[in-house]
């Protein structure tokens, strides 16, 4: 698989945009600044930059609750991203949609759910109209060890295959489903389930390498756009944070010495010793790379400070085309 | 003008659609078979089938998986096609609840305007028919409960044509619920293009003394009772909304303020169901214009029975029709003792 330098040094940008940006999420939510919670993507960044940079701009994405690293891996600009988690009215979905449901069509997100598995069939709807209209556009579904076990996914899975979709199914194992570690409630290997639908389904077993879940994945894109049909990917990474920020659970449900394994395996700090050890770039350049992504963070927060809240009469918007009843 | 039962004037809004824009496809259980409304003509040898016509890329046998197949539809909406989804059953739609009110209803509004979904979901009420309990439901009033959705429940081939083609065209998502028991109605019906506005209610007859807003089959079992009630002196005028979302609530209130008294028949269950929503739209808004109690003539809160024995009097008919207008009429006018 060719991967050019400045492929590799916009992984690690992704993967930093991420890390930044969700790092100043968790704060803000502690803070009071950010209404509600946020699901942080930290520790997922290799799985989600990996798969994401192995589409093109025009192809589709859908997602779940976990879910700002999805449109940032895509390329969305920041401070809509920022400005919605905080309720404004200059919101990639103008203050409506919320951390759990980011979507920025833009760059092909074509929505995060907060109902597990539930944006698995949209995604499967994209791939239809990319093969009805012959546009050549990809579609990946984004979901969880968690999603693996609801019923819409082998519907999808095997509606896909016998319609030849340009799909991937991207199983993010994060290995815990909340508090549930995914093997007390899953059967067998997810990646496995493929083989049932007459699909390929391909196991990265180290997700904290953005290259091999990168491989993967284009591996899987490649053949959907070849007309080949879906794929599932199963990449298994760790998250670093708890479920969701703020959340207090009295059992420590994950064994430490597990966690900090997986905490040394920081796919961020890892991918930046390869691209040094590799002669991608010097210490200077990704030191420049970090202050950038940070001021790009700053302006961000800026952005959704100075983003006015929403009139209320916006709570009765895009409802409908054509305004009638309440929605006028 | 020519003569077109119900389903096949659903067949002919279709076939227009299709042939008008290649963005329309259509998907579901047995769509290939043309079983449920997909065919124009008299037959398959006749006028040739969807098929024929079309192709298998825009007609889409689907496995039986409802909950993918309407979130398909809707995904495909979202990035450029226009699909009409033949869910069959109108209690097959259960099994796409998630899909309907987490993901048709909701993803315009909640990623702000973003997403356009112009997408139909079609299903037959198959009530009436000894079909038992699994296949007989008329539940339109669950999604009046859902913001973002659209529904049409035409009563007439005109009206099914027309709205459909409306619906078709238009940017919103549309649940059509069609009754079985009209399927073989025939009328004369315009066989050009025509598009029927949603949210705009029909006069199927005018009348001064009582109006009966009628649903579905509900506008003809009106029809029979006004005709009844016409020998006895009794001059009804009834409404048909032709879609519940919107709701041409001006009509109603307009057609009660002349006439004073309303009935409605409503072949769905009785609580929160279309016939209580307009009660207390003209409750909350006419009351002064009230001559007497509203009256609705519903389906009582049981399931359906599979015995023909005891299935059809649970339904709206034209003599409990006929006996709500007579209570009305009897209703005290209003400041008397």
Known sequence: MTRPNDLLLEMQRRMLRIRRFDERASKM???????????????????????????????YMTGNHRSH???????????????????????????????????????????????????????TGAALSAKVLRNGRVSLAFFGDGAANQGCLYEAMNMSSVWGLPIVFLCENNQYALSTPAHTVTAGVIATRAAGFNMPGIRVEDGQDVLKVYDAVKTATDRARAGLGPSLVEVVTYRFNEHSEGLRIATDYRNPAEKEAWLKRDPVKMFRTYLEEQGVADAAMLDAMEAEVMAEVDASVQFAEDSPYPELSVAFKDLYTVPFGVTQ | MTVMSFLGAIGAAQREAMEADPRVIIMGEDVEANVYGTMGGKSRADKGDFLQMFGSDRIRNTPISEEVMVGAAAGAAMTGLRPIVDLSYSSFLYMAMDQFVNQVAKNRYMFGGQASLPVVFRSAMFYGLNTGAHHSDRPYPMFMNVPGLKIMVPA???????????????????????????????????????RIPFGVARTVRAGTDVTIVAISTGVHVALQAAAKLEAEGISVEIIDPRTMVPLDSEAILNAVARTGRLVIVDPAHTTCGAAAEISAIVAEKAFDCLKAPIMRVTTPDTQIPFSPAIEKQLYPDAAKTIDAVRKVMAGRSRGAA
């Open chain 2, 156 to 194: 007439t081939p005109t009206d099914a044509k027309g709205l459909l083609r409306t619906a078709i065209d238009m940017d919103d998502p549309v649940l059509s619920f069609e009754a079985c028991l009209l399927w073989g109605l025939k009328e004369d019906v315009d066989e050009g293009e025509f």
């Open chain 1, 69 to 123: 690293g999805h449109p940032i891996g895509k390329g969305a600009a920041l401070g809509p991203l920022m400005a919605e988690l905080v309720g404004k009215a200059n919101g990639v979905c103008g203050g409506k949609g919320g951390s759990m449901h980011l979507a920025d069509f833009k760059v092909g997100s074509l929505g995060e759910s907060g109902i597990v598995g539930s944006s698995i069939p949209i995604a």
């Open chain 1, 29 to 59: 939510v502690k803070r009071g600044e950010i209404p509600g919670t946020v699901h942080t993507s930290i520790g997922q960044e290799a799985q989600v930059v990996g798969s994401c940079m192995a589409l093109a701009d025009g192809d």
